[in-house]
């Protein structure tokens, strides 16, 4: 702001910047707000108080966990439906399976065994909480590992 004495004053000020991709933070910042990505792009606001800079790192999406992406010779690969995650399985070894999810935290918020598995398993997520789940399906020889959006 403009001022006869000082020539000018600190003021605060705000911004967005479009990013291209669908990019999180890789710790919060105060003054720093990421939008959900839409459209292959995220917009992130980024207020500036008293002149200072204000800075912040960013990660892909896809880099927030360390999972590998599904490849064609899986045993166990998974779909997301609106309202349902199905498990498919191209061979299973044992009579059972253990299918469990957790959040980014650890917890596991669905644990369960199931018996006499043919070609798929379908699980409604409506139920579950919304963000980034880990889903781990294991026969008791091979174990994987899938990530999504909830």
């Given amino acids: ?23 999180l933070p890789i710790n919060p910042v105060s003054g720093v707000a990421f939008s959900e990505p839409l459209a292959g792009q995220t917009q992130v606001t980024v207020n500036f108080s008293e002149g200072e800079p ?7 999406i896809t880099d927030t966990t360390a999972l ?22 191209r061979s299973v070894e044992s009579d059972s399976l253990r299918i469990k ?3 980014t935290n650890g917890q596991v918020i669905y644990n369960q065994k199931f018996k006499n598995i ?4 379908n699980l409604e997520t409506s139920s579950l909480q919304r963000g ?8 008791g020889k091979n ?3 899938f990530k999504w959006i909830n």
Avoid at 3 to 13: E, F, L
Avoid at 54 to 60: A, E, P, R, S, T
Avoid at 68 to 87: G, H, I, M, R, T
Avoid at 118 to 121: D, I, T
Wanted: aromatic share 16%; charged share 20%.
């Fill in 101 to 103: 999810i957790h959040n």
């Fill in 132 to 139: 980034l789940l880990i889903c781990t399906v294991t026969d």
């Fill in 68 to 89: 590998e992406s599904v490849k064609a010779n899986d045993w166990v690969y998974f779909s997301k439906y609106e309202k349902e995650l199905q498990l498919k399985f």
């Fill in 54 to 60: 204000v800075y912040f790192g960013i990660k892909l």
């Fill in 143 to 145: 174990t994987k590992s």
């Fill in 118 to 121: 043919s070609s798929f398993v």
């Fill in 1 to 23: 702001i403009n001022n006869a004495t000082y020539k000018w004053i600190a003021s605060d000020s705000q911004t967005t910047l479009t990013l291209e991709g669908e990019w």
